[in-house]
Every structure is written in C-alpha cells, then in structure tokens.
C-alpha cells in the first residue's frame, strides 16, 4: 500500500439504494401500495416478509430509520462527498413503464431519507429510473435538485443524461460525476436518452467506441485538478465473478485518462476491487438498502449484506491512498452491524477475487476492513 499523502480528500461511495415499495410503506407518508409485479401486488407484503424474517418493523419509521448503524460510521469516517446509486423513483407518477416487471418509487416527501445521510449525488443511470415512465423520471431530477442533491446518467435529453454532477472538493478542485448504464443490468433499449428523448445515458456495447464516447465527454468537462468519478451500472444481478469485458472497459477508461474512480453497481452483493495503474475500481458495490430481507439468498449469494467504501485520493492526481470497508447487514430494514458469520461470508466471498486483482482485505486489530494493493 502506498504512503497516504497530506494532502488528499475522502469519497464516500456505496451501490444500489432502493427506498421504494417495502421500505417507502414503512416510512411515513406511504404512496398506495399496488405493485404490477407477476408475484406480488401489494408492496406491504414486503414489510410482512421482512417482518417475519427478523421481527417487527416500528413503522411509520423516521426518515434516518434505514441508515440505522450507516449513520455513525459516515460520520466517524467524515467524507468530503458522498455518493450513491439511486435505483428508486421519487414520484406520485401513477403509470408504471410498460413492459417492466418490476416498478420502484417512493414518495416524493421521503426525499429526507437521503438527506438524513448528507447525499451530496446520485447516479441514475440505472433500470428503474424510469419505472414510472418519463413523468417520474423528471419528478425524481426535480425531488432531488430541490432538495440540494446533484445527480448523472439520466435526464430530458442525451445532453442532459450524459452530463456530469460537478461538486466541489477541498482546495478549490472539483469532483465531476458521470453516470452510464451499460449491457445486462436490465435497461431497456428504449430508455437510451436522444437528442430530444428523456432517458438514461446508456452505453451500448461497453468496447472501444463507448471508451471513446465516454473520454470525449469527460475531455469536454474537465478542468486541470478535477478528479472524475465514472458510475457504471453494469452485467446481472448475480455473477459469481467479475466479468472480464468489465475489466477490460474499466482499465481502458483508466489509461485513457478518463476515469479516476470507477464506481460499478448492479450486482445485488459485492465484488472484488482492483487499483489499476493507481486508481481504484470497485466492480460491484452490492446493494445497501433494499426491502429483500424476506426473500432469501440467491444460492451462495446474498444481499442482505452491503459495505460502505470510503476512499481517500491524493488531491493531486487523484491515487487511491486508501480505502476502508464498511460491512453492514439489513435487519428489519435498518442497516446494523453484522453478524460474524456474516462477516466471514463476506470475507470469504471477496478475498479470492481480490488476490486475482492483486489487492487483498485487511482486518486490523479493531475490526476495520482495509484495501492493501500491490
């Protein structure tokens, strides 16, 4: 690992945050609870099953209630900024979008459950942005600009979607937020932003052509000094592995200098992490908050459990010079402390995958979760 410099800023990035159907019905001001999924068609019935899965939910809980345990440790780790996949809509929008079978939102008054953990950005480039339609797209952007949080990857036009979140950072530089969804995370084609069509910035065939598209979109907002964060939504649910075309786009877009950060997202567990050439990938974040709880893993798989990743770059070429780990577990819809058995199944899912990337985890003495790199 490398010597952490002086003079250096904290990122705070975590994967999919998905406040709609279970957890907005626990929250205070509940939208109606009709889902037009192929198995369930009330969202309450997600409360119920996390219920009988972990105990009772106290619900109408308070906006901060899903951070739970998230919130102390944000604050010991005291980021400069803190980002998040957004994978709800923050709507009224009664038309869910044709052809999905599954349709997230939340009411538009629980937009405090952001605010209650200081999110400065979200990326929306993802495949429920637009689960209710055009109308909720455009509700969520307006939701969260009013409530002072930026947001990327999606919007009324191309221009728009492909456009960065610029927030500023210590010492005068600035951070510059681009969001894309790319193949097998669940967009459908025609959600792609156009010229005159609201969407999601969408990345085709992740190979040379979109490395380019993404580098000429960056060279066209960048200032010296700022540090570029890229959010990718990307691959399936459940994978067991990294797949290798993400590798290979993630260190393209390093080399080309289009990328500081890599922040990918999709997988509802997390992934193993790489330093290319410096600079941090995170290839699967997992999910932090969702209303699964009831639902059971996924074979070996689980996403009960997901990490917060506060990454410390060096102000001057934007190096990772450090990054911890955060594991927390849903419970009841709250994310806590968990448990060791959790904690060695998580360990033991991300230490292989890291030797194969030449970075290992680290568990100190106190119990905190280390990156250490070749």
Same mark, same amino acid.
């Given at each position: +690992? &490398?010597?952490? @410099? ?9 994967? !999919?945050? +998905? ?9 205070? !001001?509940?939208?109606? %609870? ?10 309450? #019935?997600?409360?119920?099953? *996390? #219920? ?20 102390? *440790? ?12 957004? #994978? ?31 999110? !400065? ?13 055009? *109308? ?18 999606? $919007? ?26 790319? %193949?097998?995370?669940?967009? %459908? ?84 992490? &790489? ?8 290839? $699967?974040? $997992? ?9 059971? *893993? ?25 990054? #911890? ?10 994310? @806590? ?38």
């Amino acid at each position: +690992m &490398e010597a952490p @410099s002086t003079e250096t800023f904290k990122l705070l990035l975590a994967g !999919d945050v +998905m406040t709609g159907r279970g957890i907005d019905q626990a929250l205070a !001001d509940p939208l109606p %609870p009709r889902l037009y999924e192929p198995w369930v068609q009330d969202a309450r #019935e997600y409360v119920r099953l *996390a #219920e009988a899965a972990n105990g009772p939910i106290p619900a109408p809980v308070d906006p901060d209630y899903p951070w739970g345990e998230a919130l102390a *440790a944000i604050a010991r780790l005291a980021p400069d900024r803190r980002i998040v996949n957004l #994978e709800t809509a923050i709507t009224g929008a009664q038309t869910p979008s044709p052809g999905k079978r599954i349709h997230y939102r939340t009411n538009p008054a629980h937009v405090g459950c952001l605010a209650a953990a200081r999110i !400065d950005a979200c990326a929306l480039a993802n495949n429920h942005v637009l689960d209710w339609g055009v *109308a909720g797209l455009a509700q969520t952007i307006e939701v969260l600009r009013a409530a002072g949080i930026a947001c990327a990857g999606a $919007g009324g036009d191309a221009r728009e979607a492909r456009a960065p979140a610029v927030l500023p950072l210590p010492g005068g530089s600035r951070l510059l937020l681009f969001a894309f969804a790319a %193949p097998g995370c669940g967009v %459908p084609d025609d959600w792609a932003a156009g010229p005159q069509q609201p969407g999601v910035a969408l990345l085709p065939r992740l190979d040379e052509a979109d490395a380019q598209a993404v580098c000429a979109e960056v060279a066209h907002a960048r200032r010296a000094g700022d540090c570029v964060l890229v959010s990718l939504h990307w691959g399936e649910n459940w994978v067991g592995q990294v797949p290798a075309a993400h590798r290979r786009f993630a260190h393209r877009l390093i080399d080309l200098g289009a990328a500081d950060v890599v922040h990918g997202h999709s997988s509802h567990h997390p992934l193993p992490i &790489e330093v290319h050439a410096g600079k941090l990938i995170l290839y $699967g974040c $997992g999910d932090l908050i969702n209303d699964y709880e009831g639902i059971g *893993a996924h074979g070996a798989l689980r996403s009960d459990i997901g990490c917060l990743y506060a990454a410390t770059l060096s102000c001057a070429d934007a190096r990772l010079q450090a990054l #911890e780990i955060v594991p927390l577990q849903l419970r009841r819809f709250r994310l @806590s402390t968990p448990s060791a058995e959790s904690l060695h199944w998580l360990h033991d899912l991300l230490a292989p995958g890291c030797t194969a990337l030449g970075s290992r985890i680290e568990i100190n003495p106190g119990g905190r979760w280390q990156l250490a790199w070749s």
